[in-house]
């Protein structure tokens, strides 16, 4: 099967590249809202399939297809990509000097009829606390707009904040490899 990688992130093609996989990327814009009943990795797995639905109808019976989303959650409520540096500013102000959760869900979608593959992994981040000017410099220089909870854990920010994980660091960049590899392998097998 040839796998299909449905996200415009560097940082998952990097991880996959990284990975030994070839892969083709195709992007299609898809809604990333949610039912407001779902909690933390129900949110992820959800928008993880939730994308891959966009892109079945396309899908030839050869292709294995990868989607995948991340999220950030402080107590219960979901940070998603800041809207603007205002509201980047405002997470990383409410996120550092505290702990918080990533949850990156992915679905794997064969092309052939079979059912999706879908899972998530939960990484716990220990944040220092940051001042207003190292926030300030974060947003204006790396504009994380991108970004689950306005921060990507392989730039400045989590080079100077992340006090430690419990968990995978790569399910933080945005991919859990220990997990995708032999879900992955299941198919190409």
């Not at 996989?21 to 992007?27: C, V």
């Not at 019976?61 to 107590?75: R, W």
């Given at each position: 099967m040839r796998l299909i990688l449905a996200s415009g992130s560097p940082r998952r093609r990097q991880l996959l590249t990284e990975l030994g996989?070839?892969?083709?990327?195709?992007?299609r814009e898809v809604d990333e809202s949610f039912p407001p009943h779902l909690r933390r990795a129900e949110v992820a797995e959800y928008l993880a399939r939730h994308k891959a639905e966009a892109y079945r109808p396309d899908l030839a019976?050869?292709?294995?297809?990868?989607?995948?989303?991340?999220?950030?959650?402080?107590?219960e409520q979901v940070l998603n990509k800041p809207a603007d540096a205002a509201e980047a500013r405002f997470m990383l102000g409410r996120l550092q000097g505290r702990t918080h959760q990533v949850y990156t869900g992915v679905c794997l979608l064969p092309g052939d009829g079979r059912p999706p593959v879908v899972f998530s992994d939960e990484t716990t981040v220990y944040f220092q606390p940051l001042t207003a000017a190292e926030i300030a410099h974060y947003v204006a220089q790396y504009k994380p707009f991108d970004k689950a909870g306005a921060y990507g854990a392989q730039d400045w920010l989590g080079l100077v904040g992340i006090a430690r994980l419990e968990g995978s660091y790569f399910n933080v960049m945005g991919l859990p490899t220990h997990l995708v590899w032999p879900a992955v392998q299941g198919f190409l097998a």
């Open positions: 996989l070839a892969y083709e990327i195709r992007l019976p050869d292709e294995l297809l990868l989607t995948a989303d991340t999220i950030v959650c402080l107590d």
